[in-house]
């Protein structure tokens, strides 16, 4: 995708406490380089539920209010499992930028994964710009399997 559709998406952004000060930091830097991103919480370090972040971004994304969602927790994982429960969200917990740009090329992966503790702001906004710039491979013998995935909310 080219950088000015990129910047055109609509994106969705949610942390719980442990995730906190890495989505500031990141929305921060997305805001910087032009992306559309609104935050959904959480706007403190008080301790929250993960899965009501996950119901919050990927249920906004699953309703169509936003193109993609963030997510990040303290390890990324509790919150992804949560965002897949969300009928149309294929989310991928991901540390690092190769996993990124696969999750999107063919899983075409609508929300995205991190984990506080695990990476650092730097590699954080590298792994988002990935998933946010990166178009899935439709038409390939990929969409066949995404069509599979997608059957499974059913
Ligand atoms: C909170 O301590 C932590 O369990 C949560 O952020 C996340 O890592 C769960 O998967």
């Known amino acids: 995708m080219d950088d000015n559709n990129a910047r055109k998406l609509k994106i969705a952004i949610g942390s719980d406490h442990a995730g906190f ?4 930091e990141l929305t921060k830097s997305l805001l910087d380089e032009g992306y559309d991103i609104t935050d ?3 706007h403190s370090v008080e301790s929250v ?3 009501d972040i996950a119901v919050a ?9 936003f193109d993609r ?6 390890t990324g994982i509790g ?3 949560a965002a897949n429960k969300i009928a149309g ?5 991901t540390s690092d930028v190769y996993s990124a740009i696969m999750s999107r090329k063919h899983n075409n992966a609508n929300v995205i994964g991190m984990g506080a503790r695990v990476v650092g702001g730097g590699l954080a906004l590298e792994i988002a710009k990935a998933f946010l710039d990166t178009d899935f491979e439709s038409g390939s013998r990929h ?12």
């Open 79 to 81: 919150i992804t499992i």
């Open 89 to 93: 969200i294929r989310a991928g917990a």
């Open 21 to 24: 000060y890495l989505k500031e």
């Open 69 to 74: 969602g963030i997510l990040i927790c303290g």
């Open 57 to 65: 971004v990927a249920g906004a994304v699953s309703k169509g209010e």
């Open 49 to 51: 539920d993960y899965p």
């Open 143 to 154: 969409e066949r399997r995404v069509n599979k995935i997608n059957a499974l909310d059913k």
């Open 40 to 42: 959904l919480g959480a």
